[in-house]
């Protein structure tokens, strides 16, 4: 079993910065991927970037060059630093972990103000 926890989400002008954070706990070692998705109003759940073993990073083509996700060395925390924020990025962030199952954060909202 694996536990997410999402922080960092708030309100933010366009073309401002906004970082987020996901805690993993429990079984953090057989994590293989971590990663961000989000989800606009009336929408369906998007990826956003991942993160696998060995550092190799994949994002949606959406956020290339404007976000960076990041990862500790003990697999406990994932971060999602965005930059050049739209008012398209609002959004709820939902941190995804997979092992042989996916596991979900909560979500935390990004509200980006035209």
């Known amino acids: 079993q694996v536990q997410l926890v999402e922080s960092g989400g708030g309100l933010v002008q366009a073309g401002g910065s906004l970082r987020l954070s996901c805690a993993a706990s429990?079984?953090?070692?057989?994590?293989?991927?971590m990663g961000w998705y989000r989800q606009a109003p009336g929408k369906q759940r998007e990826f956003v970037a991942r993160?696998?073993?060995?550092?190799?990073?994949y994002y949606s083509d959406s956020v290339k060059g404007r976000f960076t996700i990041s990862r500790d060395n003990d697999k406990s925390t994932v971060w999602l630093q965005m930059n050049s924020l739209k008012p398209e990025d609002t959004a709820v962030y939902y941190c995804?972990?997979?092992?042989?199952?996916?596991?979900w954060g909560q979500g935390t909202q990004v509200t980006v103000s035209s």
């Open positions: 995804n972990a997979q092992t042989y199952v996916t596991y």
């Open positions: 993160v696998i073993n060995g550092g190799t990073t």
């Open positions: 429990g079984s953090i070692t057989s994590i293989k991927v």
